[in-house]
C-alpha cells in the first residue's frame, strides 16, 4: 500500500521534472523527424563508432588545417543540411568532354573557392556542364546492403517489357584504393550506387573524393593535394597542413557513420494517402519508383535482411530533353538519371528553412513542380498525373509529400 | 642534560639563517648576492611597499543543451588572475595583470603597461594594452559582471579580452559641473590572418588576435571617446582599423592589403535605480573574393541589459550583502553577407553579494542560433557561477 502509494507520488513527480527539463532546456525533435538518427538496432559499440563520425562529418577545416587549396565548402554538413539535401548555393558542377573528364581543363568538377595566395577554378568554355545539387546522405547503408542481383533484376535495358521504361545499370570500375572486401569495391565492374547518376559503387569511394574533390582535404586513400591546372605551376599555392591531412580511420568513420544514418519515418497513414498510394502504382510511377527492397547479409548486424522502403530501382532512365545535361558519367549518359529515392520528403523543408530543391540540379521547388519535369521514360507516368482529377492529383501528392 | 644540548643545537641550526637573513637585510643594498638578481629589484630594494597585488577568481557550473541534447556542460576553474600595480614615481605607474584561464590551459598576459603621466590630460602609455574597444573589454572583470557569461557580441565579435602591444596616449578633460571627456588612442600591432586562415568556421576575429610579432610591419590604430556629464551616464565610441595580412615581403607587394575595420557604440546609464548597460559593434572585413560565402566581410550585434539591486542587508548577518536582478538580450550576427550564421539570447539572471566584490550568480538562458543554412537550433542553459576578487 505504501509501497503503490510512493510510486504513485514519484511517478508524477518524475514526469513533471523531466517535462520541466525539456520545457526550460529544450527538448529533441521525434528521431523519425531527423536525417541523423542511427538505424535501430545498433551495439553500444557501433553507436559510438556512431558518434565519432558524426564529429567527422560536421568537422570543418581551417586553411591552416588543410581545407583546399581549391575547394567547394568546408565540411560534409555544411553541403547536405542536417544530412539531407542542400540548396543550389551548395550544387557542385561536374564537367566533361564527351567521356573525357578535362582533368587539363580542372575536370572533373569544377572548385569555385581558394584558400588566400591560390586560384579558384572557373568552368571554361566548350565543355559539357552538370550542376548536382547535395542529395540525402541517410538511408546509404540500407542501400550498399540491397543484393546486386534484387536490383539488377529491375532493369530492362531493352524495353523487352514494352512499357517505355528500360531501367539500366551503371556498371563501374571502383577506385584503385577500394579494397576488394569492401561493399562496391572488387576486380572489374561493379554497380553503381551512389550520386545522382549512379556513378559511384562505394560509400569508401564516395566519401574519400568527397573529402579530396569537395574540401580540398587529402587522406590515405587520395593523398596528393587537387590543384587548379588552370593556375600557372609557380601560383598553385598550396595549404600549409602536411599530406596527407587525415588518415584512413577518420575517413572510414565518416564511412560508417553514413552508412548506419536511419531514413526518417513516413507519416501516418490517412485515406487520401492510401488512395495516393494506389494511385502511384497505377498511373506508373512505381515502374521507376520500386517500393522496396530488402536487404542481403551487412557488416552492420541491424543493416542485414531489412525491409527498405525507398521507392526506387536504383537504376538510370532516359528523362527527356529538358532534364539531360547531356555529360556522361560512367556509363550513364547525358539523358539519363539514377531514380530518387522518394524519402525524408515530410521534413525536407525543415532543414532548408522551409524550401525544397528537388531533381539533380534542385530546380524543382514544389513536388507537382519534379512531376511535370518528368519526360523521356517517365513521360506517359508523367501525362497520366496531368490527367487525374483535382482530388486524385491532390490524394498522390500528398502520398508523395508524407513519404 | 645530552637532551638539553641536542635541543639547544637544534633551535641554534633552525635560528641561524633568519639571523643571518637579518644581516643579510642590515647590509642591503650595500652587495647584493647577484647584482639586478631576484633580491636586488627595486620594489624590495626601493618601492618596498609600493606594489600591490591582487587579483580575481570565477567558477562556472553548467548544463546547457541545444534542441534537447547536452552541450559543454560541466564545471569550469574558468579563471585566476593576477594583478599587480605599482607606483614607481609621481609619474610613472605600471600595472598588469596575468589570466590563467580553463584551469591553467590558456595562460596570457592581458595586460602589462607602463603609464608615464605627464598630466591629468596626457599619459603616455606603452606595453601589452587592454584595447579601447567598447567599454566592456576595458571593465570585463568577472566580480564586475552581474551575468557569467560574457556578452555574445564580445565573446564573439571583438574577443574579449582583446590586448595588443602598442604605445599611445590617454587623459580626459573636465566638461561642465561634474562631466568628463576621456580619451584613448594606440598604435597596436592588430590582428593577423588567422582571423581567416585558422578558423575552420567562417571569419572569426578573436582568431587573429595575439600578434605578439607584427605579422606585416603594419600597426593598426584603436581608440575611444567618451563622454560622460556625470555619474549617471557614459557613452562611448571607438573604432579599430588596420591590415590584418601579410601584403608585403623583401620589398615587394605579394598580396592585396586586407583591412580589418571594427566600431563600437557603448552606452552606460543609471536611472530610477536601474542600471543600463549596452554595446554594439560592426565589423568589416576584407575577404579575399575566393572565399566570399563562407567567410564573412561583415559581421555585428549588440547586447543591452538591465539591472537592479535589492535586498540591501536582508541577510541579517551580513550587513554589506544584496542581490541583484537582471536581464541580458544579445545578438550576434556573424555573417551579415547572408541570412543564417547568427544567434540571438535572453539571459535572466539573479545574484548574491555577500560583499560588493563577490557574486555568486545564477542565470538561465535562452535562445535561438541559425546555421548557415538558417536553420534555427533551440539552446538554453542554467550557469551557476561564483567569482570574487582578492
Known amino acids: ?403 | 642534560m645530552k637532551r638539553l644540548a641536542t635541543y639547544l643545537f637544534v633551535s641554534i641550526a633552525l635560528g641561524a639563517p633568519a639571523i643571518a637573513v637579518a644581516q643579510v637585510q642590515d647590509t642591503l643594498p650595500a652587495r647584493p648576492f647577484v647584482r639586478g638578481g631576484v633580491y636586488d629589484r627595486p620594489y624590495l630594494t626601493r618601492l618596498l611597499g609600493r606594489t600591490v597585488v591582487g587579483g580575481y577568481l570565477e567558477f562556472h557550473a553548467r548544463l546547457q543543451r541545444v534542441d534537447g541534447a547536452n552541450e559543454d556542460s560541466g564545471f569550469e576553474a574558468k579563471r585566476w588572475n593576477i594583478f599587480t600595480a605599482t607606483e614607481v614615481s609621481d609619474f610613472v605607474r605600471v600595472s598588469a595583470e596575468l589570466e590563467f584561464e580553463e584551469g591553467g590551459e590558456e595562460v596570457t598576459l592581458e595586460f602589462a603597461a607602463i603609464d608615464f603621466r605627464i598630466a591629468p590630460t596626457f599619459t603616455i602609455r606603452g606595453g601589452m594594452l587592454l584595447s579601447p574597444i567598447g567599454r566592456f573589454n576595458l571593465a570585463h572583470d568577472s566580480p564586475l559582471n552581474e551575468f557569467t557569461d560574457r556578452p555574445l557580441v564580445s565573446t564573439e565579435i571583438l574577443g574579449t579580452a582583446l590586448s595588443e602591444p602598442g604605445i599611445g596616449v590617454l587623459g580626459l578633460f573636465p566638461v561642465g559641473s561634474g562631466g568628463r571627456i576621456t580619451y584613448q588612442v594606440y598604435a597596436v600591432n592588430g590582428f593577423h590572418a588567422g582571423l581567416i586562415e585558422d578558423s575552420p568556421d567562417g571569419t572569426r576575429i578573436p582568431l587573429g588576435r595575439g600578434n605578439v610579432e607584427d605579422n606585416n610591419a603594419s600597426p593598426a590604430i584603436v581608440g575611444r571617446l567618451a563622454w560622460s556629464p556625470s555619474l549617471n551616464f557614459e557613452l562611448g565610441i571607438s573604432a579599430h582599423h588596420g591590415a590584418y595580412n601579410v601584403f608585403e615581403g623583401d620589398g615587394l607587394r605579394v598580396d592585396e592589403r586586407r583591412d580589418l575595420t571594427i566600431g563600437v557604440v557603448d552606452l552606460e546609464a543609471a536611472l530610477a535605480g536601474f542600471r543600463l548597460t549596452g554595446e554594439a559593434a560592426l565589423a568589416n572585413i576584407d575577404v579575399p573574393a575566393t572565399l566570399r560565402d563562407i567567410f564573412a566581410s561583415k559581421q555585428q550585434g549588440l547586447y543591452v541589459e538591465v539591472l537592479r539591486d535589492f535586498g540591501q542587508a536582508w541577510v541579517a548577518t551580513l550587513p554589506a550583502s544584496f542581490f541583484s536582478v537582471g536581464v541580458r538580450l544579445d545578438i550576434v550576427d556573424m555573417n551579415a553577407d547572408r541570412p543564417g550564421d547568427n544567434t540571438r539570447q535572453v539571459t535572466l539572471g539573479i545574484n548574491f553579494r555577500p560583499t560588493e566584490d563577490t557574486a555568486f550568480k545564477l542565470d538561465y538562458l535562452r535562445g535561438t542560433g541559425r546555421d548557415v543554412f538558417n536553420n534555427p537550433a533551440d539552446h538554453a542553459g542554467i550557469l551557476f557561477s561564483i567569482a570574487t576578487y582578492f
Open chain 1, 1 to 403: 500500500m505504501e509501497r503503490s502509494y510512493r510510486w504513485g507520488v514519484c511517478i508524477p513527480v518524475v514526469l513533471v521534472a523531466v517535462t520541466a527539463c525539456d520545457f526550460l532546456l529544450t527538448g529533441p525533435p521525434d528521431d523519425g523527424d531527423l536525417f541523423d538518427a542511427p538505424i535501430p538496432g545498433l551495439t553500444t559499440g557501433e553507436l559510438a563508432a556512431f558518434v565519432r563520425g558524426d564529429e567527422g562529418f560536421g568537422r570543418r577545416f581551417s586553411p591552416a588545417e588543410g581545407l583546399g587549396p581549391i575547394f567547394n565548402q568546408a565540411a560534409c554538413a555544411d553541403c547536405h543540411s542536417g544530412d539531407g539535401r542542400g540548396r543550389p548555393e551548395q550544387a557542385l558542377t561536374r564537367i566533361s568532354i564527351g567521356s573525357d573528364l578535362a582533368l587539363a581543363l580542372g575536370g572533373p568538377q569544377i572548385q569555385d573557392k581558394a584558400i588566400p595566395g591560390a586560384q579558384p577554378e572557373v568552368v571554361p568554355d566548350g565543355v559539357d556542364i552538370s550542376v548536382r545539387l547535395p542529395p540525402p546522405v541517410f538511408g546509404t547503408g540500407l542501400i550498399e546492403a540491397i543484393p546486386v542481383a534484387s536490383i539488377v533484376a529491375n532493369a530492362d535495358e531493352f524495353d523487352a517489357d514494352g512499357d517505355g521504361i528500360s531501367g539500366r545499370p551503371n556498371w563501374v570500375l571502383p577506385a584503385d584504393f577500394v579494397p576488394a572486401d569492401e561493399p562496391g569495391g572488387g576486380t572489374g565492374l561493379q554497380l553503381g550506387r551512389f550520386s545522382r547518376k549512379a556513378q559511384v559503387s562505394s560509400l569508401l569511394e564516395q566519401i574519400s573524393a568527397a573529402y579530396h574533390q569537395d574540401m580540398g582535404i587529402t587522406s590515405d586513400f587520395l593523398p596528393v593535394e587537387n590543384r587548379n591546372p588552370q593556375a600557372g605551376g609557380a601560383t598553385a599555392a598550396a595549404d600549409p597542413a602536411p599530406d596527407p591531412e587525415i588518415d584512413a580511420a577518420t575517413v572510414r568513420a565518416v564511412v560508417d557513420y553514413v552508412r548506419m544514418l536511419a531514413p526518417p519515418a513516413p507519416g501516418d497513414d490517412t485515406p487520401q494517402r492510401l488512395r495516393g498510394s494506389e494511385l502511384f502504382t497505377q498511373i506508373g510511377c512505381e515502374s521507376c519508383h520500386v517500393r522496396e527492397f530488402q536487404t542481403g547479409p551487412s557488416s552492420v548486424a541491424a543493416l542485414a535482411n531489412q525491409r527498405v522502403v525507398l521507392y526506387s530501382d536504383l537504376l538510370l532512365h532516359d528523362m527527356g530533353d529538358e532534364l539531360a545535361d547531356n555529360r556522361p558519367d560512367g556509363d550513364a549518359t547525358g539523358r539519363e538519371w539514377k531514380t530518387l529515392p522518394l524519402w525524408g520528403l515530410r521534413v525536407a523543408r525543415e532543414f532548408l528553412n522551409g524550401d525544397l530543391f528537388l531533381m539533380h540540379d534542385g530546380r524543382a521547388t514544389t513536388i507537382s513542380q519534379a512531376i511535370e519535369l518528368h519526360g523521356g521514360e517517365a513521360a506517359t507516368a508523367r501525362n497520366a498525373f496531368l490527367a487525374l482529377s483535382a482530388d486524385d492529383r491532390e490524394a498522390l501528392l500528398e502520398f508523395v509529400r508524407s513519404r
